[in-house]
């Protein structure tokens, strides 16, 4: 390509068939002379075009009328004796319209050729978000170089007047994009995401670094960067699996020091390459955040809900799961299925699923003996209907359901077998599920992605099935254990199924399931969780005798309000439930009227962390003058208490209680967002509708 002379506009190349959706006319690619900008009207990052090998020069915020000037120019990318592009490199933009699972958007497809190493960015740019995400594709051979290349200590403490450490490249790792910022006060900080909740209780921990001219080395998905002068904010979203559990991870994933950040990590080994099929690597987004924190998690949020857009009639769910009474696989049957069916309609439950045991073969959670995961497509029907538990198979399972206002779902366990090698007929069984039943929400368990062939042949299953359902099916991604794909990444599938907690191992106590949601909260959807409620009758004798935040000594209302802000989770058998549960009932299905109209915003915590005597609560931030706001009284001794908001101060704000023990009333904003909510019981709550009638 002869980019010098050479002036290409988005409409170069149109994918996907004519829509009535967005206007992409704000989103371009221009390569004019030897630059390349990509921009809407938000954001603007322009780039010397270098023969693709693209090196920054300068970021813009479009509304602020802002720009950011590069310090230094180099390549954005580098990898380990791959310096030099060579050839022209190659340019397409593709405006992707009418996909199911998308949000219209346009794509700009960067290709270099890196040596031995092909080099495929394709960056993401939507209407309305002010944000740029790349995708990293690979293939060829890797360099000496990168094969034998070693981190070097994150704890190097030679000493400071020794100016070649100083100068020293940080880390001989591949990296994915790199901020040249100009100045010496920048603020970070790191946002690391932990899942394998089997294991883990505490879900986010935030770490903050002061750029300084020696590097630092920070793990996590998430980096916030704030240039003090100025209070201008800018995030970095890494999409990849978390630190922890990362394919070919370094040791940390941003490596910071002044006018050089650097996002690193791939997700591939030298080995993992082919000469000639595009491997797919992990990716970031960067984007623009204003300067308050609600405009950076806002924009955060924004671009995480283009990713994939929700629908009410296939994404909202208050869903019975009976494994959480721990009795396995040992009562599922058609008498027993049914009984549950009627039951969890009672309650107000508009799905119903049924986990480990439908199933012919028998796993390796079985209550039972002979179960196991290994070479699971050895007998053609594990994945049918056992016929001993279901001799009519799931139809009139899935009638009465329908007629009981339910929609029926299923647990999965896709073959791990050398690294999803039966990924083809894992996709075939749920695609079979799918037809013949209408059974379109699966839950996705037992993954473990120890190699990158296991990434691809797994993704490569949700694709297949996604495709051949018209992208109706819905994935509930199991992150309670194994090495799987966390909260920022394989998030176009479904939602995710974020804890085991059972009474009887006394690991469920309500402020833990309420403390890790509102934590989480904070920087991912909390529509794209589901949180769990227990049958808080069940071993009331393990816990201590007088331990106040027992289960039991919760009211069940409470229970469930914890989880209205996401996708609730009954984790319990209906049947074995008291009487003097189902008067929740009323909360349940008055919720489910105003499920979708709840999560249609955009949903952040308030109030102080959850630890069992707060205040505290979520708002969902419908438009600037309008939304929900849920609070909770922990056990509190206060009455009556100041609690942080998401509300401008001075701004006036009527509420309305909808759910739960609020009263109405009126306030004017405090300092920090302050409002006084009064709730007259310890452990109790209550959900507003509100309106902000006034702004000073």
Not at 171 to 179: T, Y
Not at 328 to 354: C, H, N, P, R, W
Not at 355 to 376: E, I, L, R
Not at 611 to 640: C, H, M, P
Request: a positive charge; glycine letters at 6%; proline letters at 4%.
């Amino acid at each position: 390509m002869n980019y010098r002379s050479f002036f290409l506009f988005v409409l170069l190349l149109i994918t996907g068939k004519p829509s009535k959706s967005q206007d992409l006319t704000s989103c371009r690619a221009i390569l004019k002379n030897d630059t390349l900008t990509i921009e809407n009207n938000f954001i603007r990052r322009d780039f010397v075009w270098n023969k693709g090998n693209l090196m920054t020069v300068s970021l813009t915020d479009k509304k602020k009328n802002k720009i950011w000037k590069w310090k230094n120019t180099a390549p954005d990318c580098a990898f380990p004796g791959h310096e030099k592009a060579d050839g022209e490199g190659d340019l397409k933009v593709e405006k992707v319209i009418g996909k199911p699972n998308q949000s219209d958007h346009l794509e700009v497809i960067v290709t270099t050729k890196l040596g031995s190493l092909d080099v495929k960015r394709i960056y993401q740019i939507f209407t309305n978000t002010a944000t740029i995400s790349c995708t990293f594709y690979l293939k060829g051979t890797a360099s000496q170089a990168w094969q034998n290349a070693e981190t070097v200590s994150t704890t190097n403490a030679k000493n400071i007047e020794s100016v070649k450490e100083l100068t020293r490249p940080a880390a001989s790792v591949p990296r994915m994009d790199k901020l040249s910022f100009q100045g010496n006060h920048f603020k970070l900080k790191s946002v690391l995401f932990s899942d394998i909740t089997d294991r883990n209780n505490t879900l986010v921990n935030e770490t903050e670094l002061n750029l300084y001219r020696q590097a630092g080395y920070l793990k996590g998905n998430l980096l916030v960067i704030k240039e003090l002068p100025t209070a201008s904010n800018f995030f970095i979203l890494k999409e990849s699996p978390g630190s922890v559990v990362q394919l070919a991870n370094p040791g940390f994933d941003f490596l910071a020091k002044n006018e050089d950040i650097q996002t690193v990590g791939l997700g591939v080994l030298p080995a993992n390459l082919s000469q000639t099929d595009w491997l797919r690597c992990y990716g970031f987004t960067i984007g623009l955040g204003g300067t308050s924190e609600l405009e950076t998690l806002q924009a955060l949020r924004s671009y995480q809900d283009v990713k994939r857009p929700r629908r009410t009639n296939r994404d909202d769910m208050i869903l019975m799961n009976t494994w959480g009474d721990r009795n396995q696989d040992k009562k599922i049957s058609e008498k027993f299925t049914v009984e549950e069916i009627k039951k969890a309609a009672d309650l107000g439950m508009t799905y119903f699923q049924l986990d480990d045991g439908w199933q012919t073969g028998k796993s390796g959670n079985s209550a039972f003996k002979g179960g196991s995961f290994v070479g699971m497509h050895r007998n053609p029907d594990y994945w049918k209907p056992d016929v001993t538990r279901f001799p009519n198979g799931l139809k009139p399972i899935v009638d009465i359901a329908k007629k009981s206002g339910i929609e029926l779902s299923l647990w999965f366990n896709p073959s791990t077998d050398s690294s999803f090698k039966n990924w083809d007929k894992d996709a075939r069984a749920l695609i079979g599920l799918y037809k013949q039943y209408g059974i379109r929400t699966f839950k996705i368990d037992g993954v473990l992605i120890e190699d990158k062939l296991a990434e691809v042949n797994f993704r490569s299953m949700l694709d297949s099935v996604l495709r051949d359902t018209g992208y109706e099916v819905v994935f509930n991604m199991d992150a309670t254990a194994g090495r799987r794909n966390g909260y920022h990444y394989f998030n176009e599938y479904g939602n995710i199924f974020l804890e085991n907690r059972y009474t009887d191992w006394t690991n469920y106590y309500p402020y833990w399931t309420l403390r890790n949601f509102w934590n989480l909260s904070r920087y991912m959807p909390a529509q794209n969780l589901q949180i769990e409620f227990l049958n808080k009758w069940r071993n009331t004798d393990k816990y201590p005798g007088g331990d106040p935040y027992a289960p039991a000594v919760y009211k069940f209302d409470y229970l469930f309000a914890i989880t209205m802000m996401a996708q609730p989770l009954a984790w319990f058998e209906a049947t074995s439930l008291p009487e003097e549960a189902f008067s929740t009932a009323k909360l349940i299905k008055s919720y489910g009227k105003l499920q979708s109209q709840i999560h249609s915003g955009q949903i952040f915590p308030i109030g102080d962390e959850p630890n069992g005597s707060e205040w505290t609560g979520f708002q969902s931030i419908i438009s600037a003058t309008k939304g929900y706001l849920l609070v909770f009284r922990e056990d509190n001794a206060k009455k009556s208490k100041a609690v942080t908001t998401w509300f401008r101060q001075g701004e006036k704000v009527q509420f309305k209680p909808v759910l739960g023990s609020g009263k109405a009333f009126a306030a004017s904003v405090s300092e920090n967002g302050s409002i006084s909510f009064t709730l007259t019981e310890k452990n109790s709550f209550a959900l507003y509708e509100y309106q902000v009638s006034k702004s000073n």
